[in-house]
Every structure is written in structure tokens, then in C-alpha cells.
């Protein structure tokens, strides 16, 4: 089953949360950071694998999940870090254990960027960073984000049958889609269902994608390559071989820009490692990191 969610009321925005207690007392907070278009859902087994080692919150962002937008409308990475730092601060148990995957990881980098202080360790797992490799399976998104065009695709596109377009996800992110259960296949497609009635749901995913791809051509102090250098806290990250979304060859930049970085790249792996492969990617966080 899925660790229970409930709304948090914070400063800027309600998002919503679920939690995976940890096993003792005391513990240090991890807090995760989904993709595009994900949910909290997608950290359930890496969260119960580190139960024993942190206090796991796992965020859904603004506009996707079941978190309504942010109330200043900003989703870029670093608007969405703004959520991940508030739930921080709610917390009150800082610097957190920080995950990211994929657009998450993009968010996470800018948070442990800007905010050194809140965050002990960070953990990026197929981050979407600005690369010189495209793939066979992100050269649409340019497209999608093109003003006009994605207004007219994306909608279509939630129009599809949900069960479809979870299958069709799942065969895009892992490198084995027989690898997901039957359990956690249902509870994505009864999400996708329930989320397919907000009203915000194409909005929010163009925003975050356009905020995303902005960051790639950013030429300013607060570019993410020049965050990655301001980055204090150990940092472990996390590729895919075979992750048709963003190429593992982006891994030979990690450890030129961060000061402390541990590269891993999973051979028989996608784009989502903490959902196909929950025991590698804890037992690496568990070598470089604890």
C-alpha cells in the first residue's frame, strides 16, 4: 500500500504529502521530489527501504499529484524549490536527506543550490540538467512546450484512456515495465483517474515543462550547471543506462561541477531507478551517504 497522504497548509501554496515514519525516534527528515508529471507515488518502495535511516516525506509539486498550483502561479524548478523549502521548515527536523528524479532532480539542485542550509545530503536520481545528448524519446518536448501547441496536444492527450497512458509511461521510464507490480500499476492508474478531473492539470504540466526547458538555455549566475557548484552536501546521483529520457553520458559533468559527487549508473535501468530498482538505488545511498 501507499504511505497515507494529507494536505499541509503552508506560507505560499497547500501541498500535499505523504509520510513514511521513521523506525526510531530522532531520525534526520529525507524529503523527495517526483518528476514531470509524477506524484509522491513514485517514492513508495524507496521510502520504505529507508525507513530505518530517515523520517521520509515525500511531496506531490505544485499542480500535479493532488497539489493544487502554487498562489504566485510560479512553476519553475526554482518556484517549485520554494514548496520543497517550506515543507522544510514545517518539518522543523533540517537539513534533510533531499531526493529528486528527473524534473525533481532539477528542483532539488536548485534548492540545495539556494539553500545550502537546509540540506544534508542530495541524492539526484536521471536529474533533467541541461545536456548535450538528446534522446529518442524527449526530442518532443520542445515541441510540447511551444506556446500554442501544447495547448492544443496536451489536453487531447488527458482525453486518452488513463489506464493507457499510465502503461505507456511505464513503458517509456523502465527498462523493464514487467518490473512494476500489479499493486503500484493500480494505484497510478486510480490516481491518473482522480487527477484527470482537476481542472488545472494540463495548465500546470505545460507551466513545469516550459519552466524546466528555460533553465536549459539559461545563461545567468543561477544556471544549473553553476548551482551544482554552490553545492555543499554530499551529493550522490543516480543514472539509467537504459534510460531513453535522459543519457547516462550527462554523468562525466557531475563530478567536474559538484565538489563531493559519487556517481552510479545502473546497467538494466530507466529513467525512474527509485521505482524499478529501489534496492540498488538504496543500497547506494546507504554506502556514499549514510
Request: charged share 20%.
Amino acid at each position: 500500500m501507499s504511505w497515507p497522504r494529507e494536505d499541509c497548509s503552508l506560507p505560499g501554496r497547500t501541498i500535499s504529502v505523504r509520510h513514511a515514519p521513521g523506525l526510531e525516534p530522532g531520525l534526520p527528515a529525507a524529503v523527495y521530489i517526483h518528476g514531470l508529471g509524477g506524484s509522491s507515488l513514485n517514492w513508495t518502495d524507496l521510502m520504505a527501504r529507508l525507513q530505518p535511516y530517515v523520517d521520509g516525506y515525500a511531496l506531490d509539486l505544485g499542480g500535479m499529484g493532488y497539489s493544487p498550483p502554487p498562489r504566485d502561479g510560479d512553476m519553475s524548478p526554482a518556484g517549485h524549490a520554494r514548496s520543497a523549502a517550506e515543507l522544510i521548515d514545517s518539518i522543523g527536523n533540517g537539513p534533510v536527506h533531499l531526493f529528486g528524479n528527473s524534473l525533481g532532480g532539477a528542483v532539488a539542485l536548485q534548492l540545495a543550490g539556494r539553500r545550502p542550509d537546509l540540506v544534508r545530503s542530495l541524492t539526484l536520481v536521471s536529474p533533467a540538467l541541461p545536456s548535450l545528448f538528446a534522446t529518442k524519446s524527449n526530442f518532443h518536448l520542445p515541441v510540447i512546450a511551444v506556446p500554442g501547441i501544447g495547448e492544443r496536444l496536451v489536453p487531447k492527450y488527458l482525453e486518452s484512456d488513463a489506464g493507457g497512458r499510465v502503461r505507456g509511461t511505464i513503458d517509456v521510464t523502465f527498462a523493464d515495465p514487467s518490473r512494476i507490480s500489479s499493486e503500484r500499476l493500480a494505484e497510478a492508474v486510480a490516481e491518473v483517474k482522480e487527477r484527470d478531473t482537476l481542472p488545472y492539470a494540463s495548465d500546470a504540466f505545460l507551466a513545469s515543462l516550459r519552466g524546466l526547458l528555460k533553465t536549459f538555455v539559461d545563461v545567468g549566475p543561477n544556471r544549473p550547471w553553476k548551482l551544482a557548484e554552490r553545492v555543499t552536501c554530499p551529493t550522490l546521483v543516480v543514472y539509467g543506462r537504459k534510460d531513453p529520457l535522459v543519457d547516462p553520458r550527462s554523468a562525466h559533468r557531475v563530478t567536474k561541477h559538484f565538489r563531493d559527487a559519487h556517481v552510479v549508473v545502473l546497467p538494466d535501468s530507466g529513467h525512474v531507478a527509485q521505482m524499478e530498482h529501489p534496492e540498488f538505488v538504496a543500497a547506494a545511498w546507504e554506502r556514499f551517504l549514510r
